[in-house]
Nanobody, 128 residues
């Protein structure tokens, strides 16, 4: 059974940093792409970043490039999202999710419809 558990969210001032963690179990990291998504109140889901387990390739949304870094520790089956220079518009519930077999990472990596399993989410609130 696939399980994804996010942690690390919280309240931070603009300009601050947070590191989210996604503890995963029930699947082999190398066979999957792990993505971070977010959803702000009243808005649709947005793909933030993803990492392919087999080779560590990453893709970022333009809105977070240069500020967020996704990484994985395959030995611990954990994916991280380091978020720096946070802005109020980064406020959202952040979810991690997994997808199998995404070859065209830049084209499909941030499409939520490609992902089959989701965590419960963790709230990130950035105050101005």
């Amino acid at each position: 059974e696939v399980q994804l558990v996010e942690s690390g969210g919280g309240l931070v001032q603009a300009g601050g940093s947070l590191r989210l963690s996604c503890a995963a179990s029930g699947f082999t990291f190398d066979d999957y792409t792990i993505g971070w998504f977010r959803q702000a109140p009243g808005k649709g889901r947005e793909g933030v970043a993803c990492i392919r387990g087999s080779d560590g390739s990453t893709v970022y949304a333009d809105s977070v490039k240069g500020r967020f870094t996704i990484s994985s520790d395959n030995a611990k089956n954990t994916v991280y999202l380091q978020m720096n220079s946070l802005k109020p518009e980064d406020t959202a519930v952040y979810y991690c999710a997994i997808a199998k077999g995404i070859l065209l990472l830049r084209t499909l990596g941030l499409r939520g419809s490609r992902y089959s399993d989701w965590g419960q989410g963790t709230q990130v609130t950035v105050s101005s």
